[in-house]
């Protein structure tokens, strides 16, 4: 039980440390980008193109982080806005976040350490993406589904289907976007 205890309270200081830059301006050498060509079709955060939609509703939010990963901001945040969080295809098979917090206990102590670590660098990423959708939205004006979208993900990622670090990833999600994008 007291290593349950420690390992907890260590899940939730490095979440905290890894989550309390959020209301900090972050300094990036990337000018705002309002829309982005890719491939034959250009995306907006605000609106796509029906043949936009149709090609990326099959994204999922670790191709997304995949994206975010390479550099492409533009991109995966078009992609994020795109993914219905309610349904069953939001996580690839063998993604992080299908590992529960039960089923996180039951794997041995190295398995448990690669996937905390994986946990904490993927929880980098998402605070990433989530300030850098957020002031995409802000300079943009008219950001209602960008914010659905966010309060979407933060719900389904805290979820008691998902691991403790990722459900407090989630609960901050939330409140940022409701701190930073109110509605009106």
């Not at 200081?13 to 060509?37: M, Q």
């Not at 994204?59 to 901001?73: H, P, R, Y």
């Not at 990423?125 to 943009?140: H, P, R, W």
């Amino acid at each position: 039980m007291t290593n349950d205890w420690i390992r907890s309270f260590c899940i939730v200081f490095v979440v905290g440390v890894v989550l309390a830059g959020c209301s900090k301006k972050e300094d990036t050498s990337e000018p705002p980008t309002k829309s982005v060509t890719t491939g034959s079709h250009e995306k907006n955060l605000g609106g796509q193109s029906e043949a936009v939609q149709a090609e990326t509703q099959s994204t999922t939010f670790d191709e997304v982080l995949e994206i975010w990963g390479s550099g492409n901001k533009a991109e995966s945040a078009e992609r994020f806005v795109s993914i219905k969080w309610d349904s069953s295809g939001v996580f690839s098979a063998d993604s992080i976040f299908r590992i529960s917090e039960a089923e996180f206990a039951k794997l041995s102590e190295n398995q448990r350490s690669q996937i905390q670590q994986k946990a904490l660098n993927i929880s980098k990423d998402i605070k990433g993406l989530s300030k850098y959708i957020v002031e995409q939205a802000k300079q943009e004006g008219g950001y209602a589904s960008t914010r659905d979208a966010l309060i979407a993900c933060g719900e389904r990622l805290s979820g008691e289907d998902q691991l403790l670090i990722i459900q407090m990833v989630g609960k901050a999600i939330v409140g940022y976007t409701e701190k930073e994008l109110p509605v009106w």
